[in-house]
T-cell receptor
Framework: ETGVTQSPTHLIKTRGQQVTLRCSSQ?????VSWYQQALGQGPQFIFQ???????GRGNFPPRFSGLQFPNYSSELNVNALELDDSALYLC???????????FGQGTRLTVV | GNSVTQMEGPVTLSEEAFLTINCTYT??????LFWYVQYPGEGLQLLLK?????DKGSNKGFEATYRKETTSFHLEKGSVQVSDSAVYFC???????????FGQGTELSVKP
């Protein structure tokens, strides 16, 4: 039990649609990161938020965007969904002053 | 750039066999190194970590030693169990709060 909760657990969307994935982390975790894990691959870094500001981004297009809220919950938004966006999306939160990231169970997104 | 390379799977072992999963990395500076485990249908769990050269991380019978001279962080366990069947990911992080860079994962299957 990591204390990081993601919703929904599974989601099916149609190509071209928009999706919002949610993450709730523990109190005191002021950094949240999002990762995309394609089937059979390792997770790839999408972006990171620290105190509600984006402070790092991986090689993902602008249609991937995010928000972090004052209560340390977070959202990942993906516009104009493509078939290749089908993946497990993982949220990870990091406590203040720590190096360890705590992962949620992930949201499995299928784009058809 | 920074990268992590793991031995390819799947690895199939009998119960009580010795396990080694190789991991090598390329990085600037002095990264922290991690092993994460992913059980079927779940997110990532931190298995162990090491933050500086010659450190040994250990947990649940698994061990890995940070070898800067060979840029390696191989995972070992003396006697595997069926319950260890999962996908194992080696990862690095260059600075506190920075993004994690993962290897492609190694699937382990332990047979009774």
């Amino acid at each position: 039990e990591t204390g990081v909760t993601q919703s929904p657990t599974h989601l099916i969307k149609t190509r071209g649609q928009q999706v919002t994935l949610r993450c709730s982390s523990q109190s005191g975790h002021n950094t949240v990161s999002w990762y995309q894990q394609a089937l059979g691959q390792g997770p790839q870094f999408i972006f990171q938020y620290y105190r509600e500001e984006e402070n790092g981004r991986g090689n993902f297009p602008p249609r991937f965007s995010g928000l972090q809220f004052p209560n340390y919950s977070s959202e990942l938004n993906v516009n104009a969904l493509e078939l290749d966006d089908s993946a497990l999306y993982l949220c990870a939160s990091i406590p203040v002053g720590d190096t360890e990231a705590f992962f949620g169970q992930g949201t499995r997104l299928t784009v058809v | 750039g920074n990268s992590v390379t793991q031995m390819e799977g799947p690895v199939t072992l009998s119960e009580e066999a010795f396990l080694t999963i190789n991991c090598t990395y390329t990085a600037t500076g002095y990264p922290s190194l991690f092993w994460y485990v992913q059980y079927p249908g779940e997110g990532l769990q931190l298995l162990l970590k090491a933050t500086k050269a010659d450190d040994k991380g250990s947990n649940k019978g698994f061990e890995a030693t940070y070898r800067k001279e060979t840029t390696s962080f191989h995972l070992e366990k003396g006697s595997v169990q069926v319950s260890d069947s999962a996908v194992y990911f080696c990862a690095l992080k260059n600075n506190q709060g920075g993004k994690l860079i993962f290897g492609q994962g190694t699937e382990l299957s332990v047979k009774p």
